[in-house]
């Protein structure tokens, strides 16, 4: 059963007034193609490197390799698409060469991929140059010698992605919302005041359906904004806050205390002090009654977002679902059940509990679950749950207040409903709403779990990597990138699928489900495409020159970051251009359907992969279905690079 969730169907918080203005000239929009500066050099480039040009057709991960990782680099030569005609057509002969001198350090000849097909999916041709063993540490890139090309530069090291982590998590900084971005935290580029801290805005809070009553003004600040828009939602909280928990938990050596943020050197891991700033937000969502409200924005389109402390509409709030209740049941667990182990955070642990518990037992005293709150009046996306994803938002809940509280109740609640669960209506186990399977997962380690239900479990988890082999496992002939995604999955968002495909193979070496080798790879290689090796040999996460990216996302949908800024619209014609380290939606091959006008291809009218365009525009080209972040797509990314940022396998 394939089932795709997208986030949203409506235009996001930005200048609706922009609209009417924007006339969209296809040929002025910025298309990825190698033959865009194939021969630049790289902003990193230095020593014998700089000397050779780069050709985008021979494709490495910009960043680099572990050492005892696989090293392949990837060739293209397009044939179906937008860039059909770019062909390339590589020498026999292949070099590894280190970057400060040119020294050759390995040499070989491509291999052709499956005999020359062209792949469907993407539309290309190609060959592989495994270099895998070459573990050196070092600054290298290959060379054609024949062509007299290069790929981009990169190192190999065992901190090879420790700043690339970094800059991925600062991403929730840069979205708080209620709080300045000041140096040295901010840097000078994306400094800013307080976001929604103004009269009637999120201090104050109305309630929408009752806006005119003073008495139920709130205090809803603080808390991430979602994605490109600024508004709040807890049940989109749900994946963010579970998936980075569980990384901390699983990879706790990587997240460090020294992230650039404003409470660095405070001795809590930083991931902690973010993942509290949503916490606390959390808190002011719910109601003395233990429920919690559903989300916080304005109720139009209009206002000024860039910077977001600027905007200075209204802002009112949805009141209290019991879908954004369970959800926040299980965030406030979660968060308790990690906090505790954290001295400095154990009385916020205390708090958590109490929290969770309360509103646990209002959503169990609900007559009915609610699936209709959000009627859009608050923009933009729909924050409802359906009666299926509140059922597996409850056991997840359930996991949690088990492992925090021991209470055989909370046990008793999985045992009897761990199968409304999305891993027993979808395959991939944790490709969609990722915490409801990683907390089943979860269950199986904790003392006290029901051992039928804990074999259950890890049988069924192994019955879906069966079932589901294009998902799990390496298989060099299903993709030409090295890191194959079915089809229906190229959609809006399809950057946070791919994370998560990773995310479950490395579920496979987490819980030791099988021989983790071929699991592993497999979300390396996941990693190697967000990394540069795709058909648009571009890093995919915004801004990233200065952390040793050749050719990386320029441009993404953001209100702050919008089309029409000067200062920040596009990090190589703009002044600034995007904070780095956003991960955008990623290739949409239903762009079309999506509100993207046929005339612009690509997106439209392409090969499932090369669905995607480097472009930020809200008129009628709509970039938002394409390149718009969200902190859910940010949160399967971090959570996949966590797994590798750590030490050497």
């Known amino acids: 059963m394939t089932l795709i969730l997208t986030r949203r169907n409506a235009i996001p918080l930005v ?46 991960d910009q960043f680099g390799y572990r050492p005892e990782d696989s090293k392949v680099a990837v060739i293209r030569d397009p044939q179906v698409g937008y860039d059909a005609k770019d062909h390339f057509v590589p020498g026999n002969k292949y070099q590894l060469r280190r970057a400060e001198n040119g020294e050759t350090v390995f040499s070989g000849t491509p291999t052709s991929w499956l005999n020359g097909v062209t792949e469907t999916s993407s539309g290309d041709r190609g060959w592989w140059f495994d270099f895998s063993s070459v573990t050196a540490p070092g600054r290298y890139f290959v060379y054609d010698e024949e062509r007299e090309v290069r790929s981009p530069a990169f190192s190999i090291d065992t901190q090879v992605y420790k700043n690339v982590l970094k800059a991925a998590t600062r991403m929730y900084f840069y979205q708080r919302s209620g709080f300045a971005k000041q140096a040295p935290a901010a840097e000078a580029c994306w400094t800013d005041g307080v976001a929604y801290g103004g009269p009637r805005q999120d201090t104050e809070a ?95 389109y209009g206002g000024s977002a860039s910077p977001p402390s600027g905007d200075t509409l209204p802002r009112f709030y949805v009141p209290a679902c019991t879908s954004s209740t369970i959800a926040a049941a299980g965030m406030y667990a979660h968060a308790a059940q990690v906090f505790r182990n954290v001295p400095a955070l154990a009385d916020e642990s205390v708090e958590l509990k109490r929290r969770a518990v309360a509103a646990w037992k209002n959503y169990q005293a609900a007559p009915a679950k609610q699936t209709d709150c959000d009627n859009g009046t608050v923009k933009a996306g729909d924050a409802d749950l359906n009666a299926q994803d509140q059922d597996g938002a409850a056991v997840a809940a359930a996991v949690y207040l088990f492992a925090l509280t021991g209470d055989p109740d909370y046990g008793s609640y999985v045992k009897q409903n761990y199968k409304l669960t999305r891993p027993y209506h979808d395959e991939g186990w944790t490709r969609y709403s990722p915490y409801e399977g990683e907390s089943l997962l979860y269950y199986t380690t904790l003392p006290g779990a029901d051992e039928t239900v804990k074999a259950a479990i890890l049988a069924d988890k192994r019955a879906d990597m069966k079932a589901a082999s294009k998902i799990y496992g390496f298989n060099p002939t299903d993709d030409l990138y090295r890191a194959f995604l079915n089809d229906p999955q190229y959609h809006w968002g399809s950057n946070q699928p791919r994370a998560n495909y990773g995310n479950s193979n490395v579920d496979v070496a987490t819980y030791a489900l099988a021989d983790p080798a071929p699991y592993r790879l497999r979300a390396e290689e996941i990693l190697h495409w967000f990394h540069g090796v795709n058909p648009f040999g571009m890093v995919m996460l915004s801004n990233m020159y200065g952390y040793g990216a050749s050719r990386s996302a320029n441009e993404i949908f953001h209100a702050w970051f919008h089309w029409k800024s000067a200062k920040w619209k596009d990090a190589q014609t703009s002044l600034c251009g995007p904070a780095p380290g956003y991960v955008p939606g990623g290739p949409n091959h239903n762009a079309l359907n999506d509100g993207v006008p046929a005339y612009l291809s690509p997106p439209t009218g392409q090969p499932p992969q090369k669905s995607y365009r480097d472009w930020n525009d809200d008129g009628p080209a709509k970039s938002y279905a394409v390149t718009e972040p969200a902190i859910y797509y940010q949160s399967a990314y971090v959570k996949l690079l966590a797994a590798f940022a750590d030490h050497p396998r």
Not at 32 to 48: E, F, L, T, Y
Not at 250 to 271: C, L
């Open 15 to 60: 200048l609706t007034a922009m609209l009417s203005l924007a006339a969209c000239d296809s040929d002025a929009v910025e298309t990825v193609s190698p033959s865009m500066a194939n021969r630049a050099k790289g902003p990193s480039d230095q020593g014998a490197s700089a000397t050779i040009p780069i050709d985008y057709h021979l494709l490495v």
């Open 206 to 300: 109305r309630d929408v359906t009752d806006r005119d009553n003073v008495s139920k003004a709130r205090n809803m600040s603080g808390g991430w904004f979602d994605a490109g828009d600024t508004n709040k939602y807890v049940t989109f909280a749900l994946q963010p806050v579970h998936q980075l928990l569980a990384a901390y938990e699983q990879h706790p050596a990587v997240f460090t205390d020294d992230f650039n943020i404003p409470e660095s050197g405070n001795g809590i891991p930083d991931v902690l002090d973010e993942i509290k700033w949503e916490t606390d937000w959390l808190k002011r969502m719910q109601f003395s009654n233990g429920s919690v409200a559903l989300k916080v924005g304005a109720i139009s």
